[in-house]
C-alpha cells in the first residue's frame, strides 16, 4: 500500500475518536465514511463525511478504522463476516477495545491474504505476549499507547484534573467511562 491520500477509511463508530479519526483523515484528502447506529445523514454530512451500510464500508474501503466502544453488541462484532468483505488490499485499524476483533478470524484472514494488514493498539488478550499476530509481517501492534505524544499526556492529565474537581464541586461528570452508573 503507497500513499494514503486520496484512499477511502471507514469509520465504524462515530463518537469523539471516531471523529477526531475523520478529521484527520480529511487532511490526508481521504474519503471517509462511516457505519454507525447513531448517526443521521444529515449529521454524517454535517462532519463532511458518508454514512453507508456496514457491509458497503467493509467492501469498499482501503482503511478500516475501530472506534466503537465495546459490549455485548459489539464483542467480536468484527470477525470472518467482515473479512470476508473486504479487499485484499484493505488494512484494518483497530484503536479501540481488542474484543471487538475476533482475533482467530484476523489471523485466519491476514494468513489466507483475504486482507493486506492490521495495525492494532488493542489486542483480544492483554498484554499481548504470545499470539501469532506478533509474528506476522503484516500486523503492527502498539502496546495501547498509539495516541502518545507531549502534548496529548498533558491534554490527558488536564481532563482528569478537570474531572476530579467537577465530582468535588458536585458538577456531573462530562466523560464518564460508565454512564450507566452515573448519578
Do not use: W
Not at 492494532?120 to 499481548?128: A, Y
Not at 502496546?143 to 468535588?168: M, N, T, W
Amino acid at each position: 500500500m503507497g500513499s494514503v491520500y486520496g484512499q477511502r477509511l471507514g469509520i465504524v463508530g462515530f463518537g469523539n475518536l471516531g471523529q477526531a479519526v475523520a478529521r484527520k483523515a480529511k487532511l490526508l484528502d481521504m474519503q471517509v465514511v462511516v457505519c454507525s447506529r447513531h448517526l443521521s445523514a444529515q449529521e454524517a454530512a454535517a462532519h463532511g463525511v458518508i454514512k453507508v451500510s456496514e457491509q458497503e464500508l467493509f467492501q469498499t474501503s482501503d482503511f478500516i478504522s475501530i472506534n466503537t466502544s465495546l459490549n455485548e453488541k459489539t464483542f467480536h462484532s468484527i470477525g470472518a463476516q467482515q473479512f470476508g468483505l473486504m479487499k485484499p488490499t484493505a488494512v484494518l485499524i483497530n484503536t479501540a477495545r481488542g474484543p471487538i476483533v475476533d482475533e482467530k478470524a484476523l489471523i485466519d484472514a491476514l494468513s489466507k491474504g483475504q486482507i493486506a494488514g492490521a495495525c492494532l493498539d488493542v489486542c483480544e488478550q492483554e498484554p499481548c505476549i504470545d499470539s501469532p499476530l506478533l509474528r506476522m509481517s503484516n500486523v503492527l501492534i502498539t502496546p495501547h499507547v498509539g495516541f502518545y505524544s507531549d502534548a496529548s499526556a498533558d491534554k490527558l492529565a488536564a481532563s482528569v484534573a478537570q474531572e476530579a474537581v467537577r465530582i468535588c464541586l458536585g458538577q456531573p461528570v462530562l466523560h464518564p467511562v460508565r454512564p450507566d452508573i452515573v448519578r
